[in-house]
């Protein structure tokens, strides 16, 4: 069955403290690995779009990877702004999304 | 600009009640989706219409009907609501499903629907 994992559920940093956000797939057939940004009360915001593996991409203090099972979402010296809830999501062959929990992040001043 | 508005933001119902959510982007996409988000923050998959067609229909129950009258709009209608309909419907829209930027969703700002 295709999921999607996100771990951990939550995750609280210390202003300027470096973390990771993972994403666990079992998919057939990926064709993206999409990673969007949720402010309480708003819609998801895409972030980035990785393709195959090995693939990276960076957006000021974000920067996502992807390897064939996994992809990360590394957060370098987190800013209270970055507090948001994390959503990775699979688009499959059959443009199927599948979206996980997310990872509820706060940053602390 | 709003890229993708939904109306209304709030939406609060008795059960059994018949109640509509409509959506309208002004991106020029093709392509428009209907997601649910569970108390859980789970995102689900419910339509997805390319250019006025449905693609993706997933298991949800035939009370829930989308409507596209053209393919900047699609709007979400719901018969007979029941407590378990309770949740955020978010409405979202790409410009297509081939790969590259295509892929791209934006979202509303959802409709949280209450049923009493």
């Known amino acids: 069955e295709d999921q999607v994992t996100q771990s951990p559920e939550a995750l609280r940093l210390q202003e300027g403290e470096s973390s990771s956000l993972n994403c666990s797939y079992t998919?057939?057939?990926?064709?993206?690995l999409f990673w969007y940004r949720q402010d309480p009360g708003k819609g998801p915001e895409f972030l980035f779009t990785?393709?195959?593996a090995g693939e990276e991409k960076e957006k000021e203090r974000l920067k996502a990877t992807l390897t064939k099972k996994e992809s990360f979402l590394h957060i370098t010296a987190p800013k209270p702004e970055d507090s948001a809830t994390y959503l990775c999501?699979?688009?499959?062959?059959?443009?199927?999304?599948?979206f996980g929990t997310g990872t509820s992040l706060t940053v602390i001043p | 600009d709003t890229a993708v508005s939904q109306t209304p933001k709030y939406l609060v119902t008795q059960m059994g009640n018949d109640k509509s959510i409509k959506c309208e982007q002004n991106l020029g996409h093709d392509t428009m989706y209907w997601y649910k988000q569970d108390s859980k923050k789970f995102l689900k998959i419910m339509f997805s219409y390319n250019n006025k067609e449905l693609i993706i229909n997933e298991t949800v129950p035939n009370r829930f009907s989308p409507k596209s009258p053209d393919k900047a709009h699609l709007n979400l209608h719901i018969n007979s609501l029941e407590l378990g309909d309770s949740a955020v419907y978010f409405c979202?829209?790409?410009?297509?499903?081939?790969?590259?930027?295509?892929?791209?969703?934006?979202f509303g700002p959802g409709t949280r629907l209450t049923v009493l």
């Open positions: 979202a829209s790409s410009q297509g499903f081939s790969v590259g930027l295509g892929d791209t969703q934006y």
């Open positions: 990785l393709y195959s």
């Open positions: 998919v057939s057939g990926l064709r993206g």
């Open positions: 999501a699979a688009l499959i062959t059959g443009n199927q999304f599948y």
